[in-house]
């Protein structure tokens, strides 16, 4: 029993090399088997609910087996999946390599629960360290890295863990954790889309103003991402009166989620995070029902119940985010799971009387200096702000991309192929913009782009706070005004986001956005409130309008544009095929400029950085001498 603290370790190590291979294995599944949306829903869920499912035999395996040998072997394929992924291999390499490593870390988790019947330190340090760890990589992971950094640490990562599991404590007898296993999935859900999610937190604390009503923009960030990871180890590694905390922690953890609902991302994850570690730590008790027997019969329970958990994780997340393609409000969804997590906790007995842990005494004051340690990195540094521009260019170079949240065509996260591809462009207009999807990895996509280019954004919001469209420029972005667009049956929510630049004392207005037709129509609609919000917004000034707007230049939505008095900026370069970008064959993402401007040079480069291609072209502002045109391509 005196070395019972060792069992914490190797699953804090192992809960973190697992979430990185559920970080590359949710885009995967997205981007490769589901191939921007071409593959049936129901035929995509029923392959990423399937490896869970098959999970559910592990069990047997474990009490046949035995748990050691089954865990030994599991936590060695974890383990060479996860460096494998390293090796940045994409295409259907990856999403079965990604695929095995799952099914590994699933069954060397029900083998780790038939050895751990206290797994609440491992499980929080895991949670809270890998999250530690995504901040300070600023949200882009080891694993699409790669390079003598990413690799260093991906093996040195890799084999504590192994050490650490070679080390770990023989198969327990005890009759307790059931209860704190069956949180595992939920736990890691609700932390990563909501509590110690540093992308969320990135998004929730870049706050806009007055001049910039519903944006945001970059900001020098906020230590409170780390003090979330503080409250919930502090929930979970210690005890306050029971009576107290089995109101105040499900009382948290549900306003937390309901805040969340209605998109009041700050309150939500600091609330969230100590509610969910409080909870976690209500299952800390000894007599929680998982009931007499003999050992491999508990240990065997205490395996399933950490696969139903993980499958609770899985079906929720699917649910989640089949939203945005099939239309149903989503919002219930991480509320229904903290439901599952309050009634799990509350129906065991307290732990009033019960000692505190082992790992919780000895690292609890280092769970309390850690995070505040960290919390100057927990956040991106914003790009600094441009000059503006003098004399006032004659020309400004213009590109408009969908970037499917960083995903190439290989299914890998490569925001440097995306930066190559828009390199040059004094602004920038994005579509399919992801701040922290759980989904694809929980990456802030802008903010690590933004980095690159070294340009500052401004960011609307569109499917959800997290998701939607951004302008990045050179020139100082002077206000901004965004506006919801009615759906008219399409399932993803759109915006128009318009944004006034500073040219050195003129000013060019700039629109984007991202139309969402509804199922087999052309979005003649939503062109229709675009142009006339453009229209508006720029009052007379220059303006510049693109984005993705899934329409042709023959269908009637592109003629909403026209209509209005815009000029197709990419005519002369005519037929520019942007979709799909390995073949391409549709004209779907467009520039128009008011008739003011003079459009030249438009393009669509080829590159796989998306399943899109930029178009790119040069707008000349009127009265521009060709002097200072020569003098804005120098720059």
Known sequence: MRHRHLSTLPLALGVAVL????????????????????????????FALGWFVLALAAPTLVRRLGARPVGLAAAGALAAVRLALTAAPGGAAQLWLACAGLLAGLVWLAATAATVDRPVPGLAFGVAGNAAGHA??????????????????????????????????????????????????????????????PAVWSAATGGGSSDFPGLARPAGGSSLGAYAVLLFLVAALFRPPAQLVRVLWPVAL???????????????????????????????????????????????????????????????TVAYYAA??????????????????????????????????EPARRWGAFALVLPTAFAPQFHHAPP?????????????????????????????????????????????????????????????????????????????????????????????????????????????????????????????????????????????????????????????????????????????AFAEFTRAGLVDALAPARPLWTSPADDPRAQIDHVFVSPTLTPTEARAPNTEASDHLPVRVTVALPGAGAGAHAGAHAR
């Not at 009759?175 to 069956?182: E, I, Q, S």
């Not at 399933?304 to 609770?312: D, E, I, N, P």
Request: proline share 8%; aromatic share 6%.
């Open 19 to 46: 979430l990185d291979v559920l970080r590359v294995w949710l885009p995967s599944v997205i981007t490769l088997f589901g191939r921007a949306a071409e593959t049936p829903a129901e035929l995509l869920g029923a």
């Open 136 to 197: 300070l990589l600023g949200t882009e992971d080891l694993v699409w890295r790669g390079g003598a950094l990413g690799w260093t640490l991906s093996v040195a990562l890799v084999a504590a863990f192994l050490t650490a599991t070679a080390f770990a404590t023989q198969p327990s007898a005890s009759t307790v954790g059931r209860r704190a296993w069956l949180l595992c999935g939920p736990v890691l859900l609700l932390a990563n889309q909501v509590a110690l999610a």
């Open 254 to 316: 549900s306003a937390g989620v309901l805040l969340f609902a209605a998109d009041r991302l700050l309150p939500a994850y600091l609330l969230t995070a100590a509610g969910l570690g409080g909870c976690l730590a209500l299952t800390d008790a000894a007599g929680d029902g998982d009931g007499a027997g003999p050992a491999g019969r508990v240990a065997a329970r205490r395996g399933r119940a950490a696969v139903l958990g993980m499958l609770v994780l899985a079906v929720a």
């Open 324 to 357: 945005y393609d099939l239309g149903y409000p989503n919002g219930w969804v991480p509320v229904a799971v903290a439901v599952l997590v309050v009634l799990v906790a509350l129906t065991g007995p307290a732990w009033s009387t019960l000692a505190l842990p």
């Open 384 to 556: 600094s702000a441009p000059r503006p521009a003098s004399p006032p260019p004659a020309a400004v170079r213009v590109a408009a991309y969908n970037i499917r949240m960083g995903f190439g065509l290989d299914g890998r996260l490569d925001l440097d192929a995306t930066a190559r591809a828009l390199r040059g462009a004094d602004v920038v207009l994005l579509s399919e913009v992801d701040r922290g999807w759980w989904l694809n990895g929980g990456h802030d996509t802008l903010a690590l782009l933004a980095g690159r280019l070294r340009m500052p954004y401004v960011f609307a919001p569109a499917a959800d706070p997290v998701w939607g469209d951004a302008v990045l420029s050179r020139f100082p972005a002077r206000s901004g005004r965004t506006r919801p667009l009615a759906a008219h049956g399409a399932p993803t929510g759109a915006q128009a986001l318009g944004v006034t630049l500073d040219l050195g004392g003129r000013e060019l207005a700039v629109v984007a956005t991202h139309l969402q037709p509804p199922p087999g129509r052309d979005p003649v609609e939503q062109a229709r409130e675009v142009a006339a919000f453009a229209r508006g917004y720029a009052a007379g000034r220059p303006l510049v309008l693109g984005g993705d707007l899934n329409t042709e230049p023959d269908d009637p």
